[in-house]
Every structure is written in structure tokens, then in C-alpha cells.
């Protein structure tokens, strides 16, 4: 398999798993608890994706950007104020974008646990921190203590996810890298 094939099958499978649970987490909090829960797979999985792929991975965040907008106005509804709250939604999970600055100066194992974690906390922030001044600032309402407890869940879930990937081997890694370290082994192994 060719490593554009094996590149692209990645970044479908991480992505749709992504856009599933993120797509039946938003349905079941509002259809079914009848609350506004925000929890949502999106940064841990455009975080593996960045690992993986470096700016590959820009196709996969834009692709979540779009799903979480229309998934947001189909079940809230095409009113302006869902659909501006679906965009502010959209915009601050294309600053994850940013990943492609960090994830290009990580060294080759230098991805350790502490930068994965100041990785995850600092693009939580800066997401939910952008969603929270673009509604602010356009709306006019957004209790800052409420946001935060709002978000909060999403944090601790999220995070949790992040540690799992990261102990889980080379789930984390630099998908080149690692398919020649890969072939280097198999070359040593015949001979």
C-alpha cells in the first residue's frame, strides 16, 4: 500500500470516528437528556491527527469544523442566534489549526507526556477561549463562570482520551517516522 493510501485511510477512519462520537454526543445530550452538554472528541482526535500527519491533518479539521456548524443548526435549529453560535463553534475549532506550528518543531521522540499535556491544555484554552470572546463580543451574553463549568466535562473527558492515545504505543507518532523505523527493523530482521 502506497503511504498516500495508507495517509488517507488514517485520516478517514481517525476522522469519522471523530465526527461519530462528537455527532451522538451532541444529539443525546439535547434529544434524550434534554440538556446542553458540550463534550466532544474533536481535540483529542485532531491532536492525534496532527501527530500523525503534521498538516495533513488541516483536511480533518476543516471537515470538523463544517460537521460540528451544520450538526449544531440541525439540532438547535436554522435561527441567526444557533447559526452564529454555530459559526463561533466552527471558528474556534479552526484555531486547532495552529497545531501544524507546534507539531513541526517537535523533535523525533521528543512527544513526552508533559508537552502532551501542556499541548492539549493550551488548545483547550485557546478553543474555548475564542468561542468564548467571539460570543462576547458579537452576542453580548456569556457568563464566564458558566462557560467554564459548561466546558469543564469536555476538558476532563478530553484529557482522559489524550493519556489513553498516549500510552497506547506508537499511537502518537509521527506516522513517517515511524513507518521507517518500521522498515528499518524488518530490513535488519531479513538480513
Known amino acids: 500500500m502506497s503511504l498516500q493510501k495508507y495517509r488517507a485511510i488514517d485520516i478517514a477512519i481517525f476522522t469519522l470516528l471523530g465526527l461519530i462520537f462528537d455527532i451522538l454526543l451532541i444529539v443525546v445530550s439535547i434529544k434524550v437528556l434534554y440538556i446542553w452538554l458540550y463534550i466532544s472528541f474533536s481535540i ?22 463544517v460537521v ?34 507546534f507539531v513541526k518543531h517537535i523533535k523525533k521522540n521528543a512527544l513526552n507526556f508533559k508537552v502532551i499535556t501542556i499541548w492539549y491544555l493550551s488548545l483547550y484554552v485557546v478553543v474555548f477561549g475564542v468561542e468564548f470572546l467571539l460570543n462576547y ?46 522498515q528499518k527493523e524488518k530490513e535488519l530482521l531479513n538480513g
Do not use: D
Request: proline share 1%; charged share 10%.
Open 44 to 65: 483529542p482526535i485532531l491532536m492525534l491527527l496532527y501527530t500523525r500527519w503534521r498538516k495533513c491533518a488541516i483536511i480533518s479539521n476543516v471537515v470538523f469544523m
Open 68 to 101: 460540528h456548524f451544520l450538526v449544531i443548526c440541525i439540532v438547535f435549529g436554522f435561527h441567526s442566534e444557533n447559526i452564529i453560535k454555530a459559526l463561533f463553534n466552527g471558528i474556534s475549532l479552526g484555531a486547532i489549526m495552529l497545531s501544524v506550528l
Open 137 to 182: 463580543l458579537f452576542t453580548g451574553y456569556e457568563n464566564l463562570i458558566g462557560y467554564i463549568v459548561f466546558v469543564s466535562l469536555n476538558l476532563v473527558i478530553g484529557y482522559a482520551l489524550v493519556c489513553l492515545m498516549y500510552k497506547t504505543k506508537n499511537l502518537m507518532k509521527y506516522q513517517i517516522t515511524y513507518l521507517l523505523e518500521l
